[in-house]
C-alpha cells in the first residue's frame, strides 16, 4: 500500500515543498529512505519507529520504502519525521488515507510521540502545496504569520492520529501576540558622559532598518541585535556549514543591528569577509551541494580599545609600546575601516558623569540626559524625510541621487574638494559623508543645499585619525601605518 503526504525542507533561508511517498509491502521486514536525505533526516527512521510503538500503534513487520521527492533536492533536519510517521501508519492501514487529503505536516518526533518545534517554520509553512498545515504548539504562533495558510497544532502523533480518525476535532490553538518576553530596552539616558558617542549612535540609528527576519530570530517585534563573540569562526559570522548550509550571524542581524565589541580581537580573516555583504546586503555560500544566498542588510555597530591593556594610552597605567598599539590598531584593514560611516573617538568619562554629581564636566549641549523616546522622536522624523526620497534611511541612496537630494553649498564644495586633493577622504568616502551630511541636516530639521557645517559634523563622525595619528600620504596608506592613539574608539556604520 502506497501513502503521499506533504510537507517541505529547507535550503538556506527558503522553504521547498517535498511530497513523502511511503511504499509498505510484504516481504523481508526493513526500512530504507531515499531521495537524498542527510544524516538527521535518515535519523527520522529510529525516532519515527520510537514514536509509533510509544503511541501505542504497531510497528509493521513489512518490507517500507520511504522516498523524499524531488529526489534531486537535498533534505535536511528533523522536520520530515511528521510527515513519515503518519505516512507509515497510513500506509499500513492503521488509519484511512483519505484523510491525508488537504494537509501537510512539519514537525519533529519525540521518541515519547511528543510534537517538537523546527527551525524555519516560516518559510516551510509558506513552501507547502497543501492549504492547511500541521505544526507543533511551539511552532504554532509563527506559522500563522503566513498569509492564507490553514494553521494546525496538535501536541503528539496519539493526538493527530485520534483527529485524522475523526475528521474534525482540532484542539484550539495558542493564543496569538507578539512576544511579551522582551525585556525591557536599555534607554539612552543610561549612557554617561559620552555625548559624542551618543552623537554617533543617534546618526547610526537612522541609518538602520526597522524591519524584522521572523524565519532567522523569533517573533520578536524588536529588530534583531546580535552580537557574537570574536572567537567566532568565519563560517558562524557569515553563514554555510556542512550539508544544511545555515545563516550567519549577519543574517541574523538582516534588518537590524550586528554588534562586534572588542573588534581588533577578530581574526582579520574574518572580518575581510563582511566586506561583500556590506556592500550588497547579501552573501552567497556556495558549498559541494548547494550555493545558497542569504539576506544581510545590517547595520554594523563595533567597538574597539586603543591598545591591547585597555588602558587606552592613559599615562602610568599604560604598558603597550608604540610599536604594539600601531601593530593593534593595523589589525582592521582600511578597506573594512573605509565602509563604516561613522568613526568616533570616544573619551573617558569623567568620575562626576559616573557618580552623577556634576553636569559641568562634559557636556557641550544640553542633551547629555536625553531619553531614548525624546532622541527617537527626532530620528522618526528624520526616517520620513528619507522615505518621502523613496528609501529607508539616507544610507540607501544611490550615488547618481546625491545630487539631486543632497547639494552641497559653495562652501561645502570646496571644503570636500580640498580633502579629496589633499587625501583625507577617499571616492568611496564622498559619497558617505554626503549622505551622513543629509542625516545631519534633517535631524536639524533644514532643508535646501548642504552647508559647511553639515560636511564638518559628517566629516567629524568619520575621523581617519580615530585608530592612530595621521602621517603624510594617500588616505588609505595612512591608514594602514597608522600608530595608535591614546583613547577608546568606537566606531559606527551603516552601509545601507
Ligand atoms: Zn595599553
Redesign the pocket.
Known sequence: MLATVSSATLVGVDGHPVVVEVHVSNGLPGFRVVGLPDASCRESRDRARAAIISSGFSWPQKRVTVNLAPTGLRKAGPGLDLAIAVGLLAADEQFPARSLQGLAFIGELGLDGSLRRVPGVLPLVAAVCEPTVVVAPACAQEARFVEGAVVRAVSSLKALVGVLKMGSGWPELPPAGCNQDDPPAPDLAEVRGQPFGRQALEVAKIHSAAGLELAAIGLSLRPPFRSPHHSSSAVSLIGGGGARLRPGEISCAHCGVLFLDELAEFPGSVLDNLRQPLEEGRVVVCRASAAVAFPARFMLVAAM?????????SPG????TEA??ARYANRISGPLLDRFDLRVRVRRPEVEDLLGTGEVTSAPTAATRETTSVVAARVGIARRRASERGVRANAELPAWRLEEVAPLSGGARRLLEQRLRDGRLSARGLDRVRRVALTVADLAGQEGALSEEHVLFALALRAPEVLGAVAKGPFLERRQSHRATDTRAIGAGDDR
Do not use: F, P
Open positions: 580599545n586603543a591598545c591591547r591593556c585597555g588602558a587606552d594610552g597605567s599604560c604598558q603597550c604594539a598599539r
